[in-house]
């Protein structure tokens, strides 16, 4: 109860997250919207009967497995961000599947990216050091502070200094923020979702992504196992996803078909 007054000050104390505050609030109230949540083992079933490893994903999405690892292929920048981050006085969880973004990133050429969900900054690292060699190309993330954490000024803190010419935060919530990102780059040729992690979260910010994403482009969300909305989205748009497996997680594909 405290923990909740205390979550409750800290967003009563920033205006500008008055909207979310009201969102999470209905949210909470709504039965509807907890039986939803609740489908995390309907989900984990639905994903390990159609998983994949990312080699098979990337030669499923683009024709071509991963030549190496990327983070073989940057050793230095990649053992500066791992001291920062075991610096950080703030945990804000591990890195996502960072081979498949920056090699979906290569293949597809992509100029154009938004991702939701940052923290350290893993995944934007990863998809900087993809378009870093890419004239007038651009990654504008978006995500806001977590309540009692203190972490705003370390979210990501493992991106180096010489990639964040090409690189927008919007510190906000999805809500507030994707329609923003979204009216900075559209179209857009890849997307990458990891922030909200309820089913209704997710079902109101893919629809905003798998608009804004070209035909031909990628569609990525992290831990799809928490509740079926991939799957249920996936299925609202016709488009067959690929699920991928690393470390126990899931994370789903799509490639927006060129007829949508």
Known sequence: MISKI???F????????????????CRKLSPASSTRDDTGQEALQWCSG????????????????????VGHLFPGDFAAAEKIAKECPVEMGGAGNLDLLYWSSQYLKASKIIETGVAYGWSSFALLLSLKDR???????TDMPYPLRNNDRYIGCVVPEHL??????????????LPKAV?????????HYDSDKSYDGRMWSYRILWKALRPGGLFVSDDIGDNTAFR???RS???DPIVVEKDGKYVGAMVKPRTN
């Open 6 to 8: 205390r979550t409750l």
């Open 183 to 191: 009216g900075t780059l559209k179209p857009i040729d890849m997307c």
């Open 10 to 25: 800290w967003y009563l104390r920033r205006p500008t997250f008055y909207p979310h505050l009201t969102h999470l609030v």
């Open 135 to 141: 004239q007038d190309s651009q990654l504008v993330s």
């Open 232 to 234: 249920d989205f996936s």
């Open 50 to 69: 159609l998983a994949v490893d990312t080699d098979a994903a990337l030669e499923r999405l683009t024709g071509k497995a991963a030549p190496a690892q």
């Open 237 to 239: 748009v016709r488009c």
């Open 164 to 177: 964040r010419s090409r690189w927008r935060i919007l510190k906000y919530p999805d809500r507030q923020a």
